[in-house]
C-alpha cells in the first residue's frame, strides 16, 4: 500500500462483522449509538442485548450499520491500563502468576487485557469516581472493543471462543485491588438475626444501679422483674447473679422462703414474656417521676487525661536528645556517600546487573578497614542457589558478617521471615540493633511490591529498626519496561520510593559479552549525606572466581564521563522506534498525512522496509504516532521551523558518537 495516496476508510465500517464474530465465540455483544461524545450509550437497555440471538445483532447491524460495539464483561475480568505506570504494574502482575495474554485489545492511551473468571471467584468494577491505577470492567460493566470510531484495535487474538481466555483467580483479582490501594472485594456474610437481648455483663451501667432503688425487694412483682432481668440481661453470669444478690439482701425475706440461687436458675427455663434492663429503667423512670423525681446515673469522676501536646513534651527532653547523641557519636556511614547510617537505602537494578557484587564488594572493603563491625551485619539472602550462597556465606563469614537463609538453614522448623522480623523489632526496641546493618536480598521475598497496605506494614518496621538504631539496606528489581525518557522504573508501588531515604538505580552501560563492565549509579532518590552519582567498573568472565571479581571492582574517582554515556543510552532507547520510523520515511517528499501512516502501520504486514514494520509493533505504536503528530514530518514549509528542529535532533541522536571515558 502506498501511504502518500492510500485513502483512509471509514473505521466504523466493519463494525457488524466484527460484533457477530465476538457473539459467536461467546462474547456479549451490546451494540452502542454512534455518538462519539457519548460512547456507552446502548441501543435500548443493556438487558435488551445480553441475551440477544445473532439473528437480532446481524439485524441491528444491517439497519445500523455504524453503530458502537462493546463487550459486556459479566464473567470476564478485563484490564485497563492507561498510564505507563499502570501498564507496568498491570504486565508485573500477570507475569507473577504466570499469565499470558491472548486476546488483547489497543485503546488510545493504554490496552484492555480480557481474563477470565475461575468459578466463585469475587470481583466488581471500578466505579466511575474511583482513582483507580488499573480499571477493571467486570459483571454489570462493558468494555467498548475496536474499531470504535478508530480509537481501538484488537492487537491479540490467539481465542476460538471465551473459554480460551486465561483464568483470573481471586489471588490474582485480589492483587489487582491491592495495586489500586483498594480492599478485594468480599459479598457480606450472611445476616444473623441479633438476639432480643444482648447477655454480657457490660450491661451493668450506673442507670441501672439507680434505676433498681426505685423497685421494692419485698413486693413480689419487684422481685420477679428484677431477678429476670438481670438473669437475661447478663447471660444468667455471676456478675447479674450478684447484683440481684445484692438487691435483693435489702429484704426481710431474704431467703426464707427458697434459696436465691434456686430462684435464680429459674428464670433461666421461664416461658413468658422476659424483661430486659431496658424494661427495668423504663419503669425505674416512670415511678421516679411519679415522685417528682428524675432518673439520672451518678456522676463518674473522670480520669485525669493527660493532652497531647503534654505526651510529646515528656516524650521530646534534653535528656533523651543526649542519650541519642551518645549512642550516635561514634556511628559511620555503612559506605560512605552512597549508605548513609541509621537510614533505608534501596539498590535497584535489572537481573544481573551487578547489584549483590557491588553491594559485598563495598561492604566487605568497609569491614576490612575497620570502619564498621562486620559482626553486626546480617545479608539475608533469600535470592541465591545453593552454590551462590555456599560461596558468598564463605567469603563473608571471613570478616563474622552473617549470612542467613530461610531456603537453606539446618535449623528445623525454623521460622518464616515475617516472624524473625517482628523479633527483630522487640531487639531493636531493646536496644540491642544500635550499629546494626541488615541487608535484604531482594525485597520481594519479604513482601508482596504490589500490595500498598503490605508495603506501608514493612516500611514502617524498616523505620522501627531504624529508631533502634538499626541501618536497612534492601535489593530490588525494576521492571521490564521503561520510562518515556529510557529511565528504568522500579518494580511496585510507589510507597517503596517514598518510604527510603535513598534509592540508587543501576545502569549496566557495556556489551553484556565484553570482559569489562561499567555501571553508573544514579540517584534516584537521597535525603542527607550521599553523592550526586558513582559509577564502578568490574570484570566478569565465566574463568574468573567470584572473590577475584569482588577485589578488582573499582569504583569510579570521576562517575560524569559514565553518566553522559547512560544519559546517552537512554535516550537512544527512549526513540529507537521512531527513529528507525523516520529513517524509512526520509526517502519520501511532502506531507505525509497522519492518518494514511496509521493505517499503514496498522495493516501493513510484509515489504522491503523491516525496520519500519518492526517500528509498527503493538508495544511501539502509541509512541510512534505521537512522535509523527508531534513533528508533523517534513511539512516545514507549512508547520514551521519548530518541527524541523524537533525532528533534526531526534534524528541526530542515532549519529552523535558516544562520549569517551
Not at 447477655?199 to 423497685?215: G, K
Not at 446515673?297 to 551518645?326: F, H, I, N
Not at 539475608?380 to 570478616?399: I, P, W, Y
Not at 501493513?604 to 503493538?618: F, I, Q, W, Y
Amino acid at each position: 500500500m502506498n501511504i502518500l495516496t492510500a485513502e483512509t476508510p471509514n473505521p466504523m465500517d466493519n463494525a457488524g462483522a466484527v460484533a457477530l464474530d465476538l457473539h459467536d465465540r461467546g462474547f456479549t455483544i451490546i451494540p452502542l449509538r454512534n455518538n462519539p461524545s457519548s460512547p456507552n450509550m446502548a441501543h435500548g437497555t443493556w438487558d435488551n442485548w445480553t441475551s440477544a440471538s445473532r439473528a437480532k445483532l446481524k439485524k441491528h447491524f444491517d439497519q445500523s450499520p455504524t453503530s458502537g460495539v462493546a463487550v459486556y464483561a459479566g464473567d470476564l475480568f478485563i484490564l485497563d491500563a492507561d498510564t505507563p505506570e499502570s501498564y507496568a504494574a498491570m504486565h508485573e502482575i500477570l507475569n507473577t502468576f504466570d499469565i499470558s495474554p491472548n486476546f488483547i485489545v489497543r485503546t488510545a492511551r493504554g490496552e484492555h487485557i480480557y481474563l477470565r473468571l475461575a468459578e466463585g471467584v469475587q470481583a466488581k468494577p471500578t466505579g466511575n469516581n474511583d482513582t483507580a491505577y488499573i480499571d477493571i470492567r467486570t459483571g454489570g460493566s462493558i468494555a467498548r472493543i475496536a474499531p470504535d470510531y478508530g480509537n481501538k484495535e484488537i492487537l491479540v487474538d490467539e481465542i476460538e471462543t471465551t473459554e480460551d481466555l486465561p483464568v483470573a483467580t481471586q489471588e490474582l483479582v485480589d492483587a489487582v485491588y491491592r495495586a489500586n490501594g483498594m480492599e478485594p472485594p468480599r459479598k457480606p456474610e450472611p445476616a444473623v438475626e441479633a438476639p432480643a437481648v444482648v447477655a454480657t455483663d457490660e450491661a451493668i451501667t450506673p442507670l441501672v444501679r439507680a434505676a433498681l432503688s426505685y423497685f421494692d425487694p419485698d413486693d413480689r412483682e419487684d422481685y420477679l422483674t428484677v431477678g429476670m432481668a438481670c438473669y437475661h440481661s447478663t447471660g444468667g453470669s455471676d456478675a447479674g447473679f450478684q447484683l440481684f444478690d445484692e438487691w435483693a439482701k435489702d429484704s426481710d425475706k431474704y431467703c426464707v422462703d427458697r434459696p436465691i440461687r434456686d430462684c435464680w436458675k429459674s428464670y433461666g427455663t421461664h416461658n413468658g414474656s422476659v424483661r430486659t434492663f431496658g424494661s427495668l429503667v423504663h419503669e425505674g423512670r416512670a415511678r421516679a417521676e411519679a415522685k417528682g423525681e428524675s432518673l439520672e446515673a451518678p456522676e463518674a469522676k473522670p480520669e485525669p487525661v493527660v493532652g497531647a501536646l503534654s505526651m510529646m513534651r515528656q516524650a521530646s527532653t534534653v535528656e533523651a536528645y543526649d542519650e541519642m547523641e551518645q549512642q550516635l557519636k561514634d556511628q559511620v556511614d555503612i559506605i560512605p556517600g552512597l549508605v548513609p547510617f541509621g537510614g533505608v537505602t534501596a539498590v535497584v537494578g535489572k537481573p544481573n546487573s551487578a547489584k549483590t557484587l557491588w553491594i559485598m564488594s563495598q561492604i566487605m572493603e568497609q569491614v576490612e578497614s575497620g570502619r564498621i563491625d562486620g559482626s553486626k551485619i546480617v545479608y539475608v539472602n533469600e535470592d541465591d542457589d545453593a552454590t551462590g550462597f555456599n560461596m558468598k556465606g564463605r567469603l563473608l563469614s571471613r570478616l563474622g558478617i552473617t549470612q542467613f537463609s530461610t531456603n537453606h538453614s539446618n535449623i528445623p522448623a525454623l521460622p518464616n521471615v515475617a516472624v524473625l522480623m517482628d523479633s527483630l523489632l522487640e531487639e531493636a526496641a531493646a536496644g540491642n540493633l544500635m550499629g546494626g546493618v541488615l541487608i535484604l536480598d531482594t525485597l520481594k521475598k519479604f513482601a508482596n511490591v504490589m500490595d500498598k497496605r503490605g508495603m506501608k506494614e514493612i516500611g514502617n518496621k524498616f523505620r522501627a529498626l531504624n529508631a533502634g538504631g538499626c541501618t536497612v539496606l534492601f535489593l530490588h528489581h525494576t521492571n521490564k519496561n521503561t520510562s518515556d525518557d529510557g529511565d528504568l522504573i522500579f518494580s511496585g508501588v510507589q510507597d517503596i520510593e517514598d518510604d527510603v531515604d535513598t534509592m540508587w538505580i543501576l545502569y549496566p552501560l557495556s556489551d553484556p559479552t565484553q570482559r569489562e563492565q561499567s555501571v553508573e549509579i544514579r540517584k534516584k532518590k537521597g535525603r542527607g549525606r550521599v553523592v550526586n552519582m558513582a559509577a564502578f567498573t568490574y570484570q566478569q568472565d565465566i574463568t574468573i572466581p567470584y572473590e577475584q571479581m569482588l577485589d578488582e571492582l573499582e569504583m569510579a574517582d570521576d562517575p560524569e564521563p559514565m553518566a553522559e554515556l547512560g544519559a546517552h543510552k537512554r535516550l537512544i532507547g527512549a526513540h529507537w522506534q521512531e527513529m528507525q520510523l523516520l529513517r524509512a520515511l526520509q526517502q519520501n517528499e511532502g506531507y505525509i498525512r497522519i492518518s494514511d501512516v496509521r493505517e499503514w502501520l496498522i495493516t501493513c504486514r510484509n515489504g522491503d522496509d523491516e525496520k519500519l514494520v518492526k517500528a509498527a509493533s503493538r508495544t511501539s505504536r502509541d509512541k510512534v504516532e505521537a512522535t509523527l503528530k508531534n513533528a508533523k514530518l517534513f511539512d516545514v514549509e507549512r508547520h514551521g521551523p519548530r518541527e524541523k528542529r524537533y525532528t533534526e535532533k531526534l534524528m541526530a541522536v542515532a549519529v552523535v558518537p558516544p562520549p569517551e571515558f
